[in-house]
């Protein structure tokens, strides 16, 4: 395989269950080293994809390769090289945290002297070394999911595949696991994920697609959707709720990208957000609350999968 | 370009050694899991076979005896037990094995899940387990040998070949229970092999008594049932009246039971583990 290949590489990839499409003709490629991200609300396509790159479901349509390989015929050979990190914890809780490495270690067909020494290179990694000895059960969501993350490494991946892996942990937990990550990704693992949380989004992905009803509505790296997909700015303005409804009409004339009318809110899509609010005020609209910030991923999300009503 | 669809393990790259050695892989899972529960595992292996050849041979074997044992082929009720339970004890642990623990590793723990996200496949977890249960069997079925020898209750050294014999019989059951166990979305379902299988087969397939004592017409039921033939086979060799043609149809009839059932476990695990 030429070094500047795809690593992973879709076109028209499918999958249906029974009449429910899924995953609706997507493409996409990906490069050694890089972090691509899956964006989308729930029911997206995000899972179903994620499992065909896993090899664990057969496309339903299209074509899919990794490392150049075809994911039907070589599951085995291409899986040997994946680092998988599920939606939900598949690990045996009635086992140790050790004897869970070690069990799946085996899967790989690593010897014990092998699995050991990388058992405690990665508890160390994932700040678990002093529990290697306990039951996994009573181990709290965070520390479970840092035993999953260590459990998908034990084969030293060259892709990690990770569906949603920070979904339910409180912030702290996720903290760790996007430092863990960040750091998996500065050592050259690629690392492929979903997510709905846009913050994961931004601090891990250097491209990401935004999945939407099973189509990818847009793809790009973080700054190329803002930059594609809104403005610099955005005003935030909050008034008097007896007047809220007054303030947004008259808004109407203030030269703005895009305005969104919220229940508590009117967001102003501007490329400057202080002059903006400078022609607010002009019209003799004084707000409770002004802020000015720069455009998110959030921003983006919600525009392209339509959350809110537009102008 | 459309993909090949519901991949089975024909097909599949890795040769006949990768698809050994991959089911030994989710053997070895079993082993480790099997050092949590060894104990209980083995303080129940022995005293089953004590517990009921006590109170069935010994105790409700003196009754019976009194009443003259021509129908049981001139033997004590203890001799005619014994080989009978060896193989209903077998189907049992077959049954157990192929309940539980395979819906547990794919709706609670989720196991099968990681396997199959490792380079394991489908079938390879189905074969590794099967492999589990043979190790399972050939120590539960060996203590209860012993423990019938020790009770007097073995009559000639064919009783040896009741061994692998009572193994096949719980193969017979745990493959093709397996394979429809793993397709199962509700535990609920499982209580029905107990209700309706198990316990049936266990009363009525010639452990404790003749199926000739039965009526006519529930005989032929009997027939088709796989314990009934792990029974008589069993009995025939511990008995030492085993023929070369009753050898050969009943275990004929195991193999292809188990057969039949490792060919549709290799199809239902892959479709419930790829979707």
């Known amino acids: ?66 490392f150049g390989l075809d994911p039907v ?13 599920p939606q939900e914890d598949t690990l045996d809780v009635e086992l140790t945290v050790q004897e869970n490495l070690l069990v799946y270690g085996r899967y790989f067909g690593l010897s014990r002297p092998v699995i050991r020494e990388r058992s405690a290179r990665l508890l160390e990694f994932v700040q678990l070394a002093d529990r290697a000895s306990d039951r996994v ?22 892709i990690l595949l990770l569906d949603e892996p920070t979904t339910g942990l409180d912030p702290q937990a996720r903290h760790v696991v996007w430092d863990r990550l960040f750091r998996l990704k500065q050592q050259g693992v690629t690392l492929v994920l979903t997510t709905h949380y846009m913050d994961e989004a931004e601090q891990l992905c250097d491209r990401l697609v935004v999945m939407d009803r099973g189509r990818i509505a847009a793809g790009g790296s973080p700054r190329e959707l803002i930059e594609s997909y809104s403005t610099p700015e955005v005003l935030e303005l909050r008034f008097d709720p007896s007047e809220h409804e007054q303030a947004a009409e008259k808004l109407a004339t203030v030269p703005a990208q895009r305005r969104e009318v919220l229940a508590d809110r009117v967001l102003l899509y501007v490329p400057d957000g202080d002059s903006a609010l400078s022609a607010v005020r002009r019209l003799g609209l004084e707000p409770l609350t002004s802020l000015v910030r720069r455009s998110t991923l959030e921003d983006v999300f919600l525009r392209l999968t339509g959350r809110r009503l537009e102008d | 370009m459309a993909v090949r669809l519901a991949p089975g393990p024909a097909g599949l790259r890795p040769g006949p050694l990768a698809t050994w050695s991959f089911a030994v892989r989710q053997l070895r899972f079993w082993l480790t899991d099997y050092r949590r529960t060894w104990r209980g595992s083995v303080i129940s292996t022995v005293l089953n076979p004590l517990l009921y050849l006590g109170a069935m041979g010994l105790g409700l074997g003196t009754l019976v005896d009194q009443h003259g044992t021509a129908r ?44 199959v996200s490792a380079p394991l496949r489908p079938a390879d977890l189905f074969h590794g387990h099967l492999l589990f249960v043979t190790l399972k069997l050939t120590m539960s079925c060996s203590v209860f040998l012993a423990v019938s020898a020790l009770f007097g209750a073995i009559q000639s050294p064919e009783a040896i070949a009741a061994l692998p014999v009572a193994v096949l019989t719980g193969l017979a059951f745990a493959a093709p229970i397996e394979a429809w166990t793993v397709t199962r979305t509700k535990d609920t379902s499982l209580t029905v092999v107990y209700r309706f299988g198990l316990i049936p087969l266990f009363l009525f397939s010639g452990t404790f008594f003749p199926i000739t004592q039965l009526p006519g017409w529930i005989q032929p039921i009997a027939y088709i049932t796989p314990l009934w033939h792990g029974v008589a086979l069993c009995r025939g060799l511990s008995l030492g009246t085993a023929t070369w043609t009753g050898v050969l149809l009943h275990a004929g009839y195991l193999v292809l039971v188990l057969a039949a059932g490792i060919w549709a476990g290799n199809r239902t695990y892959g479709r419930r583990l790829y979707v």
Request: proline share 6%.
């Open chain 1, 1 to 66: 395989m030429p070094a500047d290949a795809a690593l992973i590489r879709a076109r028209g990839l499918t999958k249906r269950f029974g009449g429910f499409t899924a995953v609706d003709a997507i493409d996409f490629e990906l490069r050694r080293g890089e972090a691509f991200g899956f964006l989308g609300p729930n029911g997206a396509g995000k899972s179903s994809t994620m499992r065909m790159i896993g090899c664990v479901s057969p496309p339903t349509a299209g074509e899919l390769s990794l």
């Open chain 1, 73 to 85: 015929a070589d599951g085995p050979e291409i899986r040997a090289r994946l680092g998988v990190v």
């Open chain 1, 137 to 158: 059960e009573p181990l709290s969501g965070g520390l479970k999911r840092r035993l999953t993350i260590a459990r998908s490494l034990i084969n030293d991946p060259e």
């Open chain 2, 72 to 115: 049981l082929g001139g033997v004590s009720y203890l001799v005619f037990l014994a080989p009978g339970l060896l193989a209903a004890s077998a189907m049992s642990t077959g049954v157990e094995e192929s309940t539980y623990p395979v819906y547990g590793s794919v709706k609670w723990n989720k196991t099968y899940q990681a396997a």
